[in-house]
């Protein structure tokens, strides 16, 4: 376990702390702009879709990516709830109360892409295999797809009090 720690670049240290940082952050009340619930999850999909391992059966990880994505969004819905949530006095955005289900999120999202990095970085053989190509796609879809369905949870939410405002 050491030589793993050992072996991580700097950089992923000060990631982590960044993710640590913006998670505990969660856990007080919360303003969500519509371009904050738009942009974020576009970036999101963006890192996670370009990260994704193609290897020699692409359709695979893209489809393991896909399916993770789905189920990763359908539970978002089920896991984060527009109780409590209220449209700011200007109508513009959400508070949201505070929650730890954002921490617990993104330190999934750092231990997949961690995890993902170091079976790259010590097994390169077996990182193309079919199986690792539909772990690592699934895995790396369903940490977004928690990400991607809160943002469309909420953005939703926000439309329906602007339209009841």
């Avoid at 809160?150 to 339209?163: D, G, M, P, T």
């Amino acid at each position: 376990m050491l030589d793993i720690l050992q072996g991580t670049p700097p950089w992923v240290y000060a990631v982590f702390a960044l993710i640590c940082y913006y998670g505990l952050r969660a856990l007080a009340t919360t303003r969500e702009s519509r371009r904050s619930l738009l942009l974020t999850p576009v970036i999101l999909l963006v890192w996670s879709l370009w990260s994704v391992n193609l290897g020699e059966h692409p359709l695979l990880a893209l489809g393991a990516w896909a399916g993770g994505a789905a189920l990763g969004s359908l539970l978002a819905m089920l896991l984060f709830s527009s109780v409590g949530v209220l449209l700011e006095a200007d109508g513009e955005a959400l508070l949201i109360p505070g929650t730890l289900k954002i921490l617990g999120i993104s330190l999934l999202f750092f231990a997949v892409k961690y995890w993902i990095g170091y079976q790259g970085a010590v097994h390169p053989e077996h990182a193309a295999s079919v199986q690792m190509l539909g772990i690592s796609g699934a895995a790396a879809g369903f940490t977004v797809g928690l990400f991607c369905g809160r943002a469309l949870k909420l953005y939703r939410h926000l439309l329906h009090l602007q339209l009841n405002a």
